[in-house]
């Protein structure tokens, strides 16, 4: 059995010396080590929060929010200092279900008309409400991922109420993605889809949701 596999092993060795050396033959050289150079995008903007979300594009990421704002009259907020802002995009709003395109019960519009009815514009909604719900999306100070840990950071928001605390967090995964209100009983928590984007005024971080102070 030893003299077996000693022979099979040498007819091993000799298959892969003529395989090697058949590139040769075929006039193909081996493939040459390259040093990898490793690159982060850098998350730094040179502009305000404002006119980040105001930019041109070709899609309607920020169209719902920008009205929103307006609507509220709260541009002002967005262009000054030392904050973070959570811009929600057009499908926080106006998340519908593929089987049927009726509005998600997801949705922020969905039955926020005063009458319980599904909004379908920001004027369906009364003003100050509109006012409350980005406030609380303005965090006062500066949260990245420099600040953040995988435990809750409880932040304060521009909300004019008592109960205006938000929590963030750093998931502990290969994304490390920011999580907004994970806590016992939460109204509504969930991942940011983009984050620790540093405009001139703060950190603008990107949800395809909504939050709500409190619990249930």
Not at 13 to 31: K, P, R, Y
Not at 124 to 132: A, H, S
Not at 148 to 173: C, F, I, Q
Not at 182 to 206: A, P
Request: charged share 25%.
């Amino acid at each position: 059995m030893k003299k077996y596999i000693n022979c099979k092993q040498r007819f091993i060795l000799a298959a892969c010396a003529l395989l090697l050396s058949s590139c040769d033959f075929a006039g193909l050289e081996f493939q040459k080590d390259d040093k990898y150079h490793y690159e982060v995008l850098d998350p730094k903007i040179n502009m305000s929060a404002w006119d980040y979300i105001n930019q041109p594009r070709a899609d309607t990421l920020f169209n719902m929010a920008i009205q929103g704002v307006k609507y509220a009259g709260l541009e002002e907020e967005y262009k000054k200092q030392g904050r973070t802002f959570i811009i929600p995009t057009w499908t926080t709003f106006k998340r519908v279900n593929t089987s049927n395109g009726t509005l998600n019960s997801a949705a922020y519009f969905y039955k926020r008309k005063p009458d319980g009815t599904n909004a379908t514009g920001w004027k369906d909604i009364p003003v100050e409400t509109v006012r409350k719900f980005f406030l609380y999306h303005i965090v006062d100070g500066e949260y990245s991922f420099d600040e953040l840990t995988p435990d809750n950071t409880v932040v304060t928001t521009l909300l004019d109420e008592a109960d205006n605390k938000m929590t963030l967090r750093v998931l502990n995964d290969r994304n490390s993605r920011i999580e907004v209100n994970n806590y016992l009983n939460t109204k509504r928590t969930s991942s940011i889809r983009t984050s620790n984007l540093q405009v001139t005024n703060g950190v603008v971080h990107v949800t395809d949701n909504y939050y709500e102070p409190g619990v249930k």
